[in-house]
């Protein structure tokens, strides 16, 4: 197991310790930090996805407008 030392302010550590009263600490604060990183991860897997769908848009031809209002009269139907 690691240590690991941070700083941050005494409000935060404060209302940190009223918010976890009685639970263990150290737990909370691993628990916390493997949540950020799971977001971290699924941010950038989002941001992966999203770049991959618009580098396929930008390979597809652009439609006419002529072939968009055909579609819509297509799907209103």
Known sequence: MATVNFSVPD????????????????????????QAVEDRLRRRRRAAA????????RQQPPFSDKE???VRQVVRR
């Open 11 to 34: 409000q935060v550590k404060s209302a940190f310790n009223d918010a976890f009263d009685g639970e263990n600490k150290s737990a909370v604060i691993a628990r916390l930090m493997q």
């Open 68 to 70: 968009i209002a055909r």
């Open 50 to 57: 999203i770049d991959a769908l618009l580098e396929l848009r």
